[in-house]
């Protein structure tokens, strides 16, 4: 199967987006799970408005 995100054909894991089923390989999975994850050291004030 191949991944949604950057196309490679891998074996996939599953995520929901925003009510979207997704289908990621596991270079994306661990670039999309970095961005939905906030920084340990991160502040509150560091962090945009949308989170």
Known sequence: M???RCGVDATLTHRDVDGFA???CEAC????DAVRSPSVGA???AR???Q
Not at 29 to 32: A, F, Q
């Open 22 to 24: 997704y289908y990621l």
């Open 2 to 4: 191949n991944c949604e």
């Open 43 to 45: 502040r509150d004030e």
């Open 29 to 32: 999975l661990i670039g999309w």
């Open 48 to 50: 945009s408005a949308a």
